[in-house]
């Protein structure tokens, strides 16, 4: 009965987390392509992170925001 009840638990708790990163995963999803798409529509892709390159889609030339 004991060890029912342990291997219960261990379920619902796996099944839990795996829920949690199932729909984690998806909100990450989500934000990544709908910040390309906004970026998409001025021709480049940037992410919120300003201290890398960018990438201009309609020349193919790269830039630092410093530039």
């Given at each position: 009965?004991?060890?029912?009840?342990?291997?219960?638990?261990?379920?619902?708790?796996f099944?839990?987390?795996?829920?949690?990163?199932v729909?984690?995963?998806?909100?990450?999803?989500?934000?990544?392509?709908?910040?390309?798409?906004?970026?998409?529509?001025?021709?480049?892709?940037?992410?919120?992170?300003?201290?890398?390159?960018?990438?201009?889609?309609?020349?193919?030339?790269?830039?630092?925001?410093?530039?």
């Amino acid at each position: 009965m004991l060890k029912l009840i342990k291997q219960l638990t261990f379920n619902i708790v796996f099944k839990t987390l795996l829920l949690l990163f199932v729909g984690y995963f998806l909100f990450l999803l989500n934000n990544i392509a709908m910040t390309m798409r906004i970026n998409s529509e001025v021709g480049r892709y940037q992410f919120h992170n300003d201290r890398y390159r960018i990438i201009d889609t309609k020349t193919g030339a790269t830039q630092h925001p410093d530039d």
